[in-house]
Nanobody, 121 residues
Framework: QVQLVESGGGLVQPGGSLRLSCAASGRILTINLMGWYRQAPGQQRESVVVIDRGGNTNYADSVKGRFTISRDNTKKTVFLQMNRLKPEDTAVYSC???????????????WGNGTLVTVSS
């Protein structure tokens, strides 16, 4: 069974910073794409940023220049450094990982439970 566990959310003032982490554990052969999505109250979930095994990234326009994604393949962990946070960044941030559990299975998407980020003064 694969698990993704996020950490690092919380309350921060506008202009502040937070760093999110997401660690994958369990039966994992290969982790392909990893990424962060967010869902604000009353809105649909949207992609924030994704990163492949080679380090190639794709950021939402709304976070370019403020957020930075990175991953540690050895530790099966993805990070999201969020700087210059704005009230509109307030949302539940969820981690996604596309994982091949073993040689008998194809790639599957797994989600974390999410961590709340609140940007408010």
């Amino acid at each position: 069974q694969v698990q993704l566990v996020e950490s690092g959310g919380g309350l921060v003032q506008p202009g502040g910073s937070l760093r999110l982490s997401c660690a994958a554990s369990g039966r994992i052969l290969t982790i392909n794409l990893m990424g962060w999505y967010r869902q604000a109250p009353g809105q649909q979930r949207e992609s924030v940023v994704v990163i492949d095994r080679g380090g190639n990234t794709n950021y939402a326009d709304s976070v370019k220049g403020r957020f930075t994604i990175s991953r540690d393949n050895t530790k099966k962990t993805v990070f999201l450094q969020m700087n210059r946070l704005k009230p509109e960044d307030t949302a539940v941030y969820s981690c996604l990982a596309n994982i091949i559990p073993d040689h008998m299975k194809g790639p599957m998407d797994f989600w974390g439970n999410g961590t709340l980020v609140t940007v408010s003064s």
